[in-house]
C-alpha cells in the first residue's frame, strides 16, 4: 500500500473554511469512497483499518447517533494503538462525489507540526462578510452534492461553476479589496477562530500580494483554538 504523505499546510491551504463535512452540514448521506492513512510507518495498518468504526462503502455521515465521527474513529485508533490519531479528517467530496476519510497515525513517519499560538485579540469581521461566507460555506456544499462544484482559479481565486456559489464568491472580491486591512488584523489578531477562518477565506479574494500569500500561511499554522 502506498503511504499517503500529506503536509499539513498544504492540505489546510486546499480546503475552504469549515469544508470538513458534519452530521447536519450536509444534505444527504453517501457511500465513503477513500480512507487514507499517513504517518503509520511501522505501524500495522490492516488492524487499524479493520477496527475503525467507518469503512469504504459505508454511508456517511451516521444515522441515529449524536457522537462526532471523527471522535469515534480516534476512539478506535486509541483503543486499538494505545495513543491518539495524530489527526482526523472527513472531507466532502472526491470526483465521484463520495466522501474522503484521511487519518494521521502515530507512527514512526509521523511529524508533529508547532502551531503558532492562537492569538487573544478582540478584532471581529463586519456582519455583513460573515455572512457572506455563512453563505458561501452552504452554497459550495450544495453546488458538491450537485456535482457541480468544478473550480476556475486562472484569476487568482476560487470560481466555482455553480452560478450560486459564484455570485457570493464574486460578492466577496468585490468587497475584499476595501476591507484588507481590517480583515488582515482579523487573521492577525482575533481570538474568534470562527471569524479567522472566514478572514482568510475572504482574503483569498482581495488582491494578490506577498503580504496576502504570508497572512494565509500564518493562518494555516495557527492554532485554532478560540
Do not use: W
Not at 163 to 171: F, H
Not at 211 to 217: G, K, R
Amino acid at each position: 500500500m502506498r503511504e499517503v504523505i500529506m503536509a499539513p499546510l498544504i492540505l489546510l491551504l486546499m480546503l475552504p473554511a469549515r469544508s470538513a463535512a458534519q452530521p447536519g452540514n450536509v444534505p444527504d448521506r453517501r457511500p465513503i469512497g477513500e480512507i487514507e492513512f499517513f504517518g503509520y510507518k511501522g505501524l500495522d495498518v490492516a488492524r487499524i483499518r479493520a477496527a475503525l468504526p467507518f469503512h469504504e462503502g459505508d454511508l456517511f455521515p451516521p444515522q441515529n447517533s449524536d457522537d462526532d465521527p471523527a471522535l469515534r474513529i480516534n476512539q478506535s485508533i486509541r483503543e486499538t494503538l494505545g495513543r491518539d490519531a495524530t489527526d482526523v479528517n472527513v472531507v466532502c467530496c472526491d470526483g465521484r462525489q463520495l466522501f474522503m476519510i484521511y487519518i494521521g497515525l502515530p507512527g514512526a513517519s509521523s511529524r508533529v507540526v508547532a502551531l503558532n499560538r492562537a492569538p487573544t485579540g478582540l478584532a471581529r469581521l463586519p456582519a455583513d462578510i460573515m455572512e457572506l461566507n455563512d453563505q458561501l460555506v452552504d452554497a459550495r456544499m450544495k453546488a458538491v452534492f450537485r456535482g457541480n462544484a468544478t473550480e476556475d482559479r486562472s484569476q487568482g481565486f476560487s470560481l466555482l461553476a455553480d452560478p450560486a456559489a459564484r455570485a457570493i464568491q464574486l460578492k466577496l472580491r468585490s468587497d475584499a479589496p476595501n476591507h484588507e486591512r481590517d480583515i488582515m488584523r482579523v487573521l492577525a489578531t482575533s481570538a474568534d477562530a470562527r471569524h479567522r477562518a472566514a478572514a482568510a477565506t475572504t482574503l483569498g479574494y482581495a488582491r494578490a500580494s506577498v503580504t496576502q500569500v504570508n497572512a494565509l500561511v500564518t493562518h494555516v499554522l495557527t492554532s485554532t483554538a478560540r
